[in-house]
C-alpha cells in the first residue's frame, strides 16, 4: 500500500468550477497505486471480460489502480463479483446525459479527486493489447504528460484495421492535429491513452466542461497539450479489429461527420478556455 496523496493540489475555487456529469459510485475499494487505469465502458459484452481476463493475467492491478466508467450497460457485463475477481476496483455509473467524453469527465474527476498521479486510459472494447499498459505508466514516471498510442510507429501492429478508418487515421486526422498542434502524431483516434496530473489539471487545458459530450476531448487534448508545450510521446502497440463486424461507437455516415466536425474545431481553437471578456 502506498503512502496517499490527497487532492490539496485541487483549490476548492478552482474544483468548483468542474464540470462534471452526474454518475454513481457502483464500488470502490480503495486506492492503493499513484496510477489507475480508467475503462469507459458500454454494453461490450464478452469483450470487456476478454480484456479484464488479459489484465488479470498481466497483473496490471498490481501496478494500477482498475476502474470502470459504465456509460449504462444492461447486458449483464459487469457483475460486481466478477470483477472484484480480475482485479477491478472501481465502478463507476455516468447517470446523466453524454457519451465518452462524459464517461471520461467523470472517471478523470473522480481520479484526480482521490489523488492519482497520473491516468491510463484504454477502450473496453479488446482491440487494444494491456501489455502496454506498463510502458506508458513508466513514461509517466520520466516525466511525460500525454502518452498516445500508436499503431503505426515502430513496434505498432495495425490488424484487420478497415480500409477507410486507415485512410482517414493516416491522412486526414492525424495529419491535421499534426499541423496545429506543431507534434507529429500519427494515430490521433484512439483512446489508448495516458496523461499526467498536472496536464489535467492545468486551467489551460480545463478538461472538465461541458462542451466535451461525445468525443470532442480526445481530439482536443492531442490539439492542445502540445500547443501548451507539455511534453508528449507516442508508443508503439498493438491494435487488432476482429475480422467481420467492427466493434465501434461511431456510425458510419453521421459519426464520421461528427468526428471530423470535431477534428476542425479541435484546430482551429473551438474548444480552448476562452480569455475573459471573449465570446
Known sequence: MVNMMTSLDISPAARQTWQVPSYDTQMWLG?????????????????????????????????ADIIIVDGGTTDGSLELPALEQVGVRGL????????????????????LDQGYEGIVTIDGNDKDDPDAIERFIEALKQ?????????????????????????AIRFIHAPMLSLFSGFGWTDTTQGFRAYSRKMLLDP????????????ELLAYLSYRAPKLGYRCVELGTV???????????????????SVLSILLKSCFGHYNVKKEGEK
Open 31 to 63: 486506492r492503493q497505486h499513484p496510477w489507475c487505469v480508467v475503462i469507459p465502458v458500454i454494453n461490450e459484452g464478452e469483450r470487456i471480460k476478454s480484456l479484464l481476463a488479459r489484465m488479470a493475467a498481466l497483473k496490471i492491478a498490481d501496478i
Open 204 to 215: 489551460k487545458v480545463a478538461p472538465f466542461r461541458d462542451v466535451f459530450m461525445t468525443y
Open 143 to 167: 516525466g511525460i504528460d500525454f502518452v498516445q498510442a500508436s499503431r503505426f510507429v515502430a513496434g505498432g501492429v495495425a490488424e484487420n484495421t478497415p480500409k477507410s478508418r486507415d485512410f
Open 239 to 257: 491494435r487488432r479489429y476482429p475480422k467481420g463486424e467492427v466493434p465501434t461507437k461511431i456510425s458510419s455516415v453521421k459519426g464520421n461527420f
Open 92 to 111: 463507476l455509473l455516468k447517470t446523466s446525459a453524454g457519451k465518452l467524453s462524459a464517461q471520461l469527465r467523470c472517471a478523470y474527476a473522480f481520479a
